[in-house]
């Protein structure tokens, strides 16, 4: 089964408006297979009948849940691993001798999926300073990945890149499901944001750390500035924001300074 040409482009130009996320015609298999699991979730025929359900409600939850099953969540534990030790072995340092040892220090994870960015950098944490007193906030456009994060637990897949002696110290294995152990869990809380949405954006503020990872990409031109004008005004001075490697401010640094720590780019406000 096919979508029409003119439907594909009504539908993602919907999907855009609402998300950001940019599906070009080389996606077009994969986006009508979404369209077509949803009609039949919901009992649609046509493509057409789909389309008009979700241009009369525009802000529905057919078009939340749409736009679910078309995002891509693909994360591990310790992803990017390097940028995570410098992060926890230079600046946090320097953040920490900045900050009251009273005054929690605010790390973002923005477009968190599941929950494996935020975990890996709270185990981290753990592991260099044990005591200290830090928040992590973990956000996505995805209902879905984000309840797997609020349970912490995952599968073998998830921990490829995370050495065994860290597993057994963090997860208890209950026949190859691994349960994350409170004492992570709770420095880690999660909320549903919308990286377009700049009403939600503005509401998230005073942040020393931000990491937005491997989702740029799926940003035109336009979002990715308003996007990054967002974490600039969520940062407090001094803050850092960290991007995955193939992604970069490239020459629109806009205020940020641009730091190479350990052949790490990060940006500063
Ligand atoms: C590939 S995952 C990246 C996960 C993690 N940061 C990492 O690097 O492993 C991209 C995430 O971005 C989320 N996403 C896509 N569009 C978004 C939007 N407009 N607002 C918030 N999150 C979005 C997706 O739901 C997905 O979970």
């Known amino acids: 089964m096919v979508i029409s040409q003119s439907a594909f482009l009504d539908l993602s130009k919907i999907v855009y408006e609402y998300s950001g996320n940019h599906f070009e015609e080389n996606k077009k298999y994969f986006f009508e297979k979404q369209v077509f699991s949803r009609m039949k979730e919901i009992g649609v025929n046509t493509a057409q009948e789909y389309l008009s359900l979700l241009i009369k409600n525009p802000k529905g939850e057919e078009l939340k849940k749409f736009v679910e099953e078309l995002t891509t969540n693909e994360t591990y534990f310790f992803r990017e691993k390097k940028q995570l030790d410098c992060f926890v072995q230079e600046i946090l340092h320097t953040i920490k001798e900045l900050k009251s040892p009273t005054v929690p220090i605010n790390i973002w994870s923005a477009a968190s999926s599941s929950g494996e960015e935020p975990y890996s950098l709270a185990i981290l944490i753990n592991e260099k300073f044990p005591n200290l007193n830090y928040k992590i906030l973990g956000t996505d456009i995805n209902r879905r990945v984000l309840s797997m994060g609020e349970k912490g637990v995952y599968s073998k897949r998830s921990l490829k890149d995370v050495p065994e002696h860290i597993i057994s ?101």
């Open 169 to 269: 110290k963090y997860f208890e294995n209950k026949n190859n499901e691994f349960f994350l152990k409170e004492s992570i869990k709770r420095h880690v809380k999660f909320q549903q944001l919308n990286l377009i949405d700049n009403f939600a954006m503005s509401s998230i503020k005073y942040h020393d750390v931000i990491f937005c990872r491997n989702v740029l990409i799926y940003f035109d031109e336009k979002h990715r500035k308003k996007i990054i004008e967002s974490f600039y005004r969520s940062l407090n001075k001094g803050g850092y924001l960290f991007l995955g490697h193939s992604e970069s401010l490239g020459r629109d640094l806009q205020n940020f300074k641009l730091l190479n720590q350990r052949n790490n780019i990060t940006y500063q406000k």
